[in-house]
């Protein structure tokens, strides 16, 4: 099929409302994926108290949820290729009850961790199914914004989890204080996160599933029956043919296929999405939500003000995610992911010089003034400002249309579990480096790296805008002859 037939396939109708109502199903996995990152950050320290256990160990309990995300986003993509986008879906919704109830359950560090690990599983599948499918779904000319709904409901998660975390908190008095049932409040807070994935688990069986999937796995009448629904009977008929011109037809989708046929090679733009993963772990972000009540008392706040302090960051984090859905398919990925890089680096550079100029407490603690902390407050929220409209939600729209329609699903699994070993060393990381080189040079390393993510943006990643999933497939092959 021609690009001129692709093009007039775009400009069919499509229903809209359908699109919609199919990539919110899919996003409230990302919901589920921010509300289990943020739980977290109100209960380091009260988890610490009630498992007794030292720094290294509240460490890796906090951290332990990261190693099951790059497990379950490794598996998730493969087995979503092998069994559907939707069944792997369901999976993640009974997995997030699971460990919610568990964690809240759990009466030492190591139950605590097999539990944070079966969410970690969901998280990272999650992170992986929702950009696949809404990007298999969703009209080349919205699907950036479609795709950046993924992140906006991960950081509604996140500012939910935030919300929850305060509002208990103010109920009971502290992370540690019983609330109801004779429960502490930093168990309500896990079991909390029951409601939405319970919410998840029952609409999932009111959405189809993908189009592309089913074409791959041989099913080409029942992706013609879900593409009518979205779009019309000539131009789902259309885009089923188009569908099958960018598959083998001697082998359905595998991880083996992500090594070009010609030269026997990773294909360069794995290696591309590889760097977008990493690259938005190694700025920090995930710092600021996990450790963002640990981080701002070691700044001399409260514990309240802390909370409340993660309450105002998560209503920036939504704010210009919402500017990103608008710009995403207006200025394109590229623009949006350079322009992040800078601005990011340049908060975290002001940040490393406020926190390393800062005299310290008896106890280590920093002592700011209250116009420096003020200072502090908002370079922190003009970095998530930049992060939210930028790196947040284009390198999930990127790893979701990417990639060729052959080895989308093996791809996706790579990179997400590079994604997420990245933001487990990072996570891991920072109470050492707090510890032994303190907020300032920690900063510091992590704005190096914004500015590392503006070159690799520069030189190595493609715009995607506006084009169809098919169109870039096409190109993706041409590209393997070449360099054969």
């Not at 779904?137 to 975390?165: C, D, E, H, W, Y």
Request: charge should be neutral.
């Amino acid at each position: 099929m021609s690009k001129n037939d692709t093009k007039e396939i775009e400009k069919e109708e499509y229903n809209l409302p359908k699109v919609i109502f199919l990539a919110t199903v899919a996003a409230i996995g990302g919901f589920l994926f921010g509300f289990d990152s943020g739980v977290i950050n109100g209960t380091v320290d009260a988890l610490q108290l009630s498992f007794n256990s030292d720094a290294a160990t509240t460490g890796f309990n906090v951290a332990s949820v990261l190693l099951g995300c790059a497990i379950g986003a490794f598996f998730a993509g493969t087995l979503a290729d092998k069994y559907g986008r939707k069944p792997m879906m369901v999976v993640t919704a009974l997995l997030f009850i699971i460990s919610a109830l568990g964690s809240g359950l759990s009466t030492g560090s190591i139950e605590f961790v097999i539990y944070r690990l079966l969410g970690g599983f969901a998280v990272g599948a999650a992170s992986i199914l929702a950009p696949a499918y809404i990007s298999e779904i969703a009209p080349a000319k919205i699907r950036g914004s479609l795709a950046t709904l993924q992140q906006l409901m991960i950081v509604i998660g996140l500012f939910a989890a935030f919300m929850s975390n305060y509002w208990l908190v103010g109920l009971s008095g502290g992370a540690s204080e019983v609330l109801w049932g004779d429960f502490q409040t930093w168990q309500w807070m896990f079991w909390m996160e029951i409601v939405p994935a319970s919410i998840f688990l029952i609409v999932l069986f009111f959405i189809p599933e993908s189009p592309r999937y089913l074409v791959a796995a041989g099913k080409s009448d029942l992706a013609n029956k879900v593409l009518s629904k979205i779009s019309n009977v000539k131009a789902a008929a259309a885009k089923v043919l188009d569908i099958q011109s960018t598959l083998r037809e001697d082998s359905k989708p595998k991880l083996k296929d992500i090594i070009s046929k010609y030269s026997g090679k990773v294909h360069p733009l794995v290696w591309a999405g590889l760097g977008l993963a990493v690259l938005q772990q190694l700025t920090g972000i995930n710092v600021i939500f996990y450790y963002g009540a640990t981080l701002w008392k070691a700044a001399g706040f409260t514990e309240a003000d802390a909370l409340l302090t993660n309450v105002i960051s998560g209503s920036v984090n939504i704010f210009f995610t919402i500017i990103a859905i608008i710009l995403v398919d207006k200025l394109g990925r590229k623009p949006l992911l350079l322009i992040g890089s800078l601005g990011q680096a340049v908060m975290l550079g002001i940040l490393a010089y406020i926190f390393s100029t800062a005299s310290l407490d008896t106890n280590g603690n920093l002592i700011l003034s209250d116009s420096v902390g003020v200072y502090a407050l908002i370079s922190a929220n003009a970095y998530i400002a930049f992060f939210a409209f930028s790196w947040g939600p284009v390198m999930w729209v990127m790893l979701g249309e990417m990639f060729p329609n052959q080895f989308r699903g093996a791809a996706l699994a790579l990179c997400g579990l590079a994604q997420w070993l990245a933001n487990f060393g990072i996570t891991m990381s920072f109470p050492i480096m707090l510890k032994n080189m303190g907020l300032g040079a920690s900063y510091g390393v992590y704005a190096f790296f914004g500015i590392v993510a503006y070159f690799f943006v520069k030189f190595f990643i493609k715009e995607t805008k506006g084009r169809t999933l098919e169109d870039m497939s096409r190109e993706q092959l041409e590209d393997d002859k070449k360099l054969a």
